[in-house]
């Protein structure tokens, strides 16, 4: 499955709902450096002093595995990336060689609060990697976003989410 085919699983059937006036879901493109992509991740976490060129290096990178289903919405109008949400595969050899789906950077920016972006980028990514065959999905979040995600069938697991940090 190469990167431009990803567009198409943004079928009707994975995509169900129209974002609202302007607003359009779609896979993540370089032009989206100038659109601000970054600006959106960095109401999440510190992105860091990255180069167009970095962007560019990791983003080749992604898409080549063909496991990133980095996905924005874009207000057409202003051409700006308002949203942004992203499916990674991992692959197992448990349960006969499956995958498993993670949702990572689940950010709306600022000014697009409450036109429920982060439902549609949710709801279409756990579509997603339920039809790409993974027997699971995970996700990491803050104890006030946990409603938000048993909205969608999410449950807090029973095991605990460890880290270590550099
Ligand atoms: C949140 C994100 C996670 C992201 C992390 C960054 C969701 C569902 N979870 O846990 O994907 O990687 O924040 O935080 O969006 P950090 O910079 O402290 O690692």
Redesign the pocket.
Known sequence: LDWSQNAALFSPAVCPKNPGDGLIMRPLCTADWSKGFFKVLGQ???VGDVTLEQFVKKFDHMKKTGDYYITVVEDTYLGRIVAT?TLIIEHKFIHACSKRGR?????VSDECRGKQLGKLLVSALTLLSKKLDCYKIT????PQ?VAFYEKFGYSPSEETYMQKRF
Do not use: P, Q, S, Y
């Open positions: 999440l976490t510190k949400a949702i990572e950077e689940v950010v996700l990491e979040c803050k976003n």
